[in-house]
């Protein structure tokens, strides 16, 4: 025999380890590709037609709404929807681009990821389906244009591939000169003066190209990058109401830009001390008032949301107006300061209001009252005496997004164990669960307004005793609600949990807000949310695709169907 029929010890042993190898490499190309896909960025556009998520393997994704047909069926053996459960607001896959690639400083030895940081729609006339947004990571923001691009396909050429074989239907004989064309452009001089000699002594008439199909294909194109004005990074992008111009934050500075101006920008607030030991703030968040392009905040590290016109000066060092809680929530404690930094800060659609959001709470301030919130709506209560088990995994340290609804009157931010509350300016709160099922009987929040809504004008009260869905909120830290985005004309919430996309609705006839009531005997009354699963890969195995497989993965999985 040419050798043993059982390896020996030592070849075994190879084999493993070999086996081994590759296993891990699979399981390690599965985890990062399974990164890649959780999204960082969740945004509705001005009209609430399209809805734009960001990941972070740097990709776009853009969904269009699609009017609701009651009663229609795809097929002659489907039973058409009843007219009941007709989902008005749905959403389909329309189109994806990579945005960002990862990248290396070379100068300061630091890995930029391709991550998305945020996405912001511009407002434009172009009408029909082309659109603009802003999408940025850590270093960079572009300026990406949607638009629709005819193609066509003309069929019927003269010359083979732009070579100098005639075209005719079938493979040619040997030809004189069929290869002499070498190095010559497309469909030269050369080559159509050997095909019509070659044509006429053959006796072939020339034919007319002639176009067979057409096709309307959405394209994207990126029109401006602006890049090299930041050094630290980008956590946050705004646009003005003019729609000319935009502002983008990092830790210490934050930069005006002009839409179409790449190479320039004016840096209009500047926090950086001479000596960084003095550093006492950061810059967490900014953005425009939606009616005034003069007119923008930014929030800081300390708590505090500054208010600053760009008309005083052109250096907006010194604010115009300061809003501060001078009266915090919860005891003086070491993680009182962690604590207050705020994550994000939202105008209200009529600019009279700002939603600020902490680790531990949401506020909403008057900009004519500066000295307190109006109202303070508590988060995630249950955590206050777990913070420093949330100090030593970091999650103390996270920054949850904040959306305030079109009309101003509800607000909504996440929390963990993919849970988000909803509240009421009038005192309601209701904490959803981003799953197929969002108001699970266990998840019903009771009717407790004293305690959801800390009007100034009442008493703080606090109950030690939590409801089933406050309790759940601390089962699970890995899983958290960062991303989400209110509907500007209805009440949908878009949210992100981890690698999928889920929407929420109110049922018809039970509309936002209801009246919970005074007595606290009664069952728990649910809004009638509803979930819509817009993207869902927790169930896909594998890595992800590329090219036309995930485009049809994407077109199969985010089409957004009533649960």
Avoid at 139 to 152: A, D, P, Q
Avoid at 196 to 214: F, N, W, Y
Avoid at 318 to 343: T, V, W
Wanted: glycine residues 6%; contains cysteine; neutral net charge.
């Amino acid at each position: 025999m040419g050798g043993d029929v059982f390896p020996s010890a030592e070849r075994r042993k190879s084999l493993e380890s070999e086996l081994l190898g590759r296993k891990s490499k699979k399981v390690l190309y599965v985890v990062l590709s399974a990164a890649t896909d959780i999204i960082s960025a969740v945004e509705f556009d001005y009209s609430g037609d399209y809805l734009a998520t960001g990941d972070q393997g740097g990709r776009v994704v853009l969904f269009e709404r699609v009017a609701s047909i009651a009663g229609k069926s795809s097929h002659p053996d489907v039973r058409p929807t009843s007219p009941l459960r007709a989902n008005p607001f749905e959403y389909r896959y329309l189109t994806e681009f990579q945005s960002h690639e990862p990248e290396f400083d070379y100068l300061k030895s630091l890995e930029i990821e391709e991550k998305i940081n945020k996405v912001r729609w511009c407002r434009s006339n172009m009408g029909g389906r082309s659109h603009m947004l802003l999408s940025t990571n850590d270093k960079t923001i572009k300026l990406w244009k949607v638009y629709e691009k005819r193609v066509t396909c003309v069929s019927d050429f003269n010359l083979q591939n732009g070579s100098s074989t005639l075209n005719t239907g079938g493979r040619p004989p040997a030809l004189v000169g069929s290869g002499a064309a070498g190095g010559t452009s497309s469909f030269s001089l050369e080559k159509l003066d050997l095909a019509a000699l070659t044509a006429q002594r053959l006796g072939l008439p020339l034919r007319l190209p002639k176009v067979i199909s057409s096709e309307t294909i959405l394209a994207t194109r990126c029109k401006r990058t602006y890049s090299n004005a930041h050094t630290y990074h980008i956590n946050s992008i705004a646009l003005s109401s003019d729609m000319e111009t935009f502002v983008s934050a990092d830790d210490l500075r934050i930069n005006l830009w002009h839409l179409d101006i790449a190479d320039q920008s004016f840096n209009i607030v500047d926090i950086k001390p001479q000596n960084m030991e003095d550093l006492t703030e950061v810059i967490t968040c900014a953005d425009f008032h939606p009616h005034h392009c003069n007119i923008f905040g930014y929030s800081t590290s300390k708590g505090c949301i500054r208010l600053a016109d760009m008309r005083a000066a052109a250096l907006c060092d010194q604010h115009a107006k300061m809003f501060e809680d001078s009266e915090p929530a919860g005891p003086r404690s070491f993680f009182s300061e962690i604590i207050s930094s705020i994550n994000d800060i939202k105008f209200s659609r009529d600019g009279r209001y700002i939603l600020s959001r902490d680790y531990m709470t949401l506020k909403l301030w008057d900009i004519h009252m500066e000295n307190a919130p109006v109202a303070v709506y508590p988060v995630h209560e249950v955590l206050r005496g777990k913070l420093c088990d949330l100090y030593e995994n970091d999650c103390i340290f996270d920054k949850f997004d904040c959306s305030i609804s079109g009309d101003g009157k509800h607000l909504c931010t996440g929390t963990y164990s993919n849970f988000f509350r909803v509240a009421g300016r009038d005192g309601s709160s209701e904490l959803l669960e981003a799953s197929r099922d969002p108001t699970r009987k266990r998840l019903q929040s009771a009717r407790m307004p004293a305690r959801f809504a800390l009007n100034r004008g009442g008493a703080r009260s606090r109950s030690s005793s939590f409801t089933a869905g406050e309790d759940a909120i601390a089962s699970d830290y890995t899983q958290k609600m960062l991303h989400l985005s209110w509907h500007p004309e209805a009440n949908v919430i878009a949210t992100a949990a981890s690698n999928s996309l889920y929407l929420f609705y109110v049922r018809a006839g039970q509309p936002l807000p209801i009246d919970w009531g005074s007595s606290m005997d009664l069952e728990p009354v649910s809004l009638g949310w509803v979930a819509l699963v817009a993207r869902d890969e927790s169930a896909c195995s594998g890595g992800s695709s590329s090219g036309a497989v995930r485009r049809r993965r994407l077109q199969q999985q985010w089409s957004i169907s009533s649960i």
